[in-house]
């Protein structure tokens, strides 16, 4: 066996190498070469480091690590790892390989602090982890909304609720029509709910270019299945919704979030009816969602609206000497 490790060649042939071998590792989580090329492309690599390498034996992609800065967690010191081994390839140390690979260029960069995340359910990838002496910082549910079999009939007081209390529940769509101002408030809206998102490292405020980067530019955003809460002029919750191309039926939930004076109302769970309405109008039948085990409003209402728990994702971070 004639192992290589080199750097990605940034064509077709190689991001479609990295997503096979992400999908093979996962292929409960698909998702495409156009998503791959769109996160890589638009990476703003003139402020943020990021590096792809490929492990080939005998000339085929068995694996790959990656590392990068994390541009909502921002610190110069600190990135996300990523190393995945198609099965059949693993325990023959080219994992071991790929990640002294990326260390050695981590080192050099005086990167401090590590992140990575695994499922619950991968053995492997936990031991690996746990060799190289990552510790779990946190942990998420992954949660599944059945929306064909959602009834939103026992939930209907929650937009009386909300109407009573003056706000309006609008999408993104509409306000790009209706509100010249649209893009500075809902820029300010998403930083200021990000903020209380439980996270593992401090929140950095996203760059207007970030954000747009991130979602509103996302190809896969749906702007009418972006809905805002508005009470007079000022936006003051949002819940968005991504397709998934490689997972034709199913979404992938953006960010639930509500200012902090405006919380305990029935916002968050009235922009989510909302979304799920949105999901099975349009023939919609999955929407999945990660909260941090901590985030109790959060799984509160989710678990009330009905999501269906599945196997945890859990963060593991390692600091450098
Ligand atoms: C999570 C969040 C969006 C909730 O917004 P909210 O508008 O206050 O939530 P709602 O008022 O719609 O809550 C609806 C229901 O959820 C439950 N709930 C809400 N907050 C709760 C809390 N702190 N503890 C337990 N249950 C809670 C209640 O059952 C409530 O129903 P009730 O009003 O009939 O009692 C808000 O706390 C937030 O913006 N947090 C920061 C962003 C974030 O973490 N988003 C999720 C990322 S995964």
Redesign the pocket.
Known sequence: MTLKIRELREDTRDFAAIVNIDNVCDPEHRYTVEQFRYDYEKFDTKKYVMRYYLAEVDGKAVGYACYHHMPQRFHPQRFWIWIAVLPEFRHREIGSALYTRILADLQALAAKFLHTSTRETWADTIRFLEKQGFREVMRSWESHLDVTSFDPRPFEEYLVRVEREGIVLTTLAAEKEADPDWLVKVHALHNA?MA???SSAPFTPLSLEEFQRRTLNNPDLLPDGYFLAKKGGEYV?ESFVFRIPAEPGHLSQG????RRE?????????LKLKVIAYAKAHGYTLIKT???TT????L??NE?LGFRRQPAWIEYAKTLA
């Open positions: 709910v209380d998102v439980p919750g960010l639930t979030g509500v405006y919380r305990g109302k029935g916002i968050a769970l009235a990660w909260n941090a985030n109790q409003p959060m509160a209402i009330k």
